[in-house]
């Protein structure tokens, strides 16, 4: 790495970075003592009272379960030796009296616990309750929780922090296992894989582009592109699935027709690979508006994207030349060595790809592919409290090693197979009139977007229909729903009797 690379990396906003590739996870922030200092934490996180004398440590994997303590039955045996006998008073009478301190003994200050804030499990967007039959990828991944059908004697997966998950053959297309596979998450830098297979197979990588000052503006990670100045497409996708770079995606956005041009594009190849799950708002992955995914879509997006000779060999490639340029005060920069952050690439043997991703909100993401015996297998995680790879390695390892044994529990459908779930039928409830108004798009709407803003928070759920009853729910509420429809009718006739007597029975001319 030289010494140039330094003056880009230093634009780098760390609250929406991908965590750099070396080092530890951050650890917990004190914030002090008592309950008060909850109130101090980010809604993105929570806060945890430390014992005295407890250390934090990174969170990678979940402590497994204390075995049960043996219980024992208390026996009693007799004595192996003479029972002690009392000191008699002559003895006592003899032994000098014991010597009194002087010092004053302070009295001990009790410890105190900590009040700290660690990063939370984002809380998945709410959508309808689909129709079991409808469900993309099968009837089971419908389900929450962890999905697996290891039959008798096998073991199931590993525990790991993930809200969500999905383990997947990338040849075959079957779930091997899966937790909350459709479970509405915002994606982070993981979106970056549907931007290079939407834009990758539209742009010449011998292209020039130039970059523009909204792309050097760039919120989150960056690269460090310099407005005015030339890049090539195959240097911006280098930076985009390398580095995740955001300045490099809105520069290649630009190549494509422009920002609102490649969401629509991206929307669209969503829309075409059956990724119903998915909405596109920011062409990087940050939290803008609504945007979101699911790790059933992110496996769907991995496994069409690594049909691309070009994708695979840019989600495999360990290091690039980026080129230097001249800033706005006419200082040339020379070109650097940038790195790919996926440590998985490091510390996995036969790691294969393809993209992490992190922001405040999406806590950390990951697509990662390995081969092993002829097999390539897919992980995509989603809500994640730690960024190591390790997780991720457990779940590959346990796939190796019951890819033949378990009864796969859905699929990874086909481009152009599958039509969006069908939501299950439901009343919709009376409005409030002492409700707020809100202004919140409906599920698989996708908001109208400018140039990026970063934000920060929890999303906010997508509304859904609070009022839901089935053929064989409860009766009474139909009845209710009945009776204020003939209210609302009989008051909407008295409007009309009254309006016409006051016409005296007279019909306006102008109508």
């Known amino acids: ?15 929406y970075a991908v965590p750099p590739a070396h080092g530890p996870v951050p650890r917990a922030v004190v914030v002090g003592n008592g309950p008060a200092a909850a109130a101090a ?7 945890t009272t430390v014992p005295p004398g407890v250390t934090l440590t990174p969170r990678v994997l979940p402590p497994a379960p204390a075995p049960a303590a043996p219980t024992t039955t208390p026996t009693t045996t007799a004595p192996t030796s003479a029972p002690t006998r009392a000191p008699t008073a002559a003895a006592t009478a003899t032994r000098p009296p014991a010597a009194r301190s002087t010092t004053p003994v302070r009295p001990t200050k009790p410890a105190t616990p900590r009040v700290v804030c660690r990063n939370a499990p984002p809380a998945p967007f709410e959508h309808p309750s689909w129709r079991a039959e409808s469900v993309v990828g099968g009837e089971q991944l419908g389900r929450t929780g962890v999905i697996a059908d290891v039959g ?8 790991v922090y993930d809200v969500s998950y999905v383990i997947a053959d990338l040849d075959s297309g079957e779930v091997l296992a899966a937790k909350s596979p459709h479970a509405w998450l915002r994606p982070a830098s993981t979106l970056k894989a549907l931007t290079a297979l939407t834009l990758m197979p539209r742009l010449d990588p011998r292209t020039v582009v130039v970059a523009s000052e909204d792309a050097q503006a760039a919120s989150g990670s960056r690269v460090g592109i310099l407005a005015g100045n030339r890049y090539s497409v195959g240097n911006l996708v280098d930076a985009m699935m390398m580095f995740s770079a955001n300045d490099a995606v809105y520069a290649l956005a630009d190549a494509a027709g422009g920002y609102d041009r490649t969401v629509a594009l991206m929307n669209e190849t969503a829309r075409d690979l059956g990724a119903h799950d998915t909405v596109v708002v920011d ?25 691309l000779p070009a994708f695979r060999a840019a989600a495999v490639k360990r290091d690039a030349i980026f080129p230097g340029g001249k800033d706005e005060k006419g200082k040339v920069w020379k070109p650097f060595h940038i790195y790919n952050i996926n440590e998985l690439l490091r510390h996995y043997p036969g790691s294969i790809g393809i993209k992490p991703g992190r922001t405040d909100r999406a806590q950390h993401t990951f697509i990662g592919a390995a081969t092993r015996g002829g ?39 086909a481009p152009g197979e599958a039509e969006p779930p069908t939501p299950q039928p439901s009343l919709t409830s009376l409005p409030d009139p002492d409700a707020p108004a809100t202004t919140t798009p409906p599920p698989g709407t996708t908001a109208s977007t400018g140039p990026p803003t970063p934000a920060t928070g929890t999303p906010a759920p997508l509304t859904a229909s609070r009022a839901t009853a089935t053929a064989d729910g409860d009766p009474t509420s139909l009845i209710v729903v009945s009776l204020a429809g003939a209210l609302l009718t009989a008051a909407a006739a008295g409007l009309v009797i009254r309006h016409r007597r006051r016409r005296g029975g007279v019909s306006d001319p102008s109508t």
């Open 283 to 307: 062409p990087s992955g940050l939290d803008d508006g609504n945007q979101r995914s699911s790790a059933y879509d992110l496996a769907l997006i991995a496994r069409e994207a690594m049909q």
């Open 152 to 159: 008798q004697g096998g073991s199931p997966p590993p525990e």
């Open 41 to 47: 934490c980010q809604p993105w996180q929570t806060s």
């Open 375 to 413: 097999r390539t297998l897919v992980v995509t995680q989603m809500g994640s409290i730690t960024g190591s790879w390790k997780p991720t390695a457990a779940l590959l390892d346990w796939g190796f090693a019951n890819a033949d044994r378990v009864t796969p529990v859905g699929t990874l459908v």
């Open 1 to 15: 790495m030289t010494v140039a690379l330094l003056p880009f990396l230093a634009g780098i906003t760390t609250a």
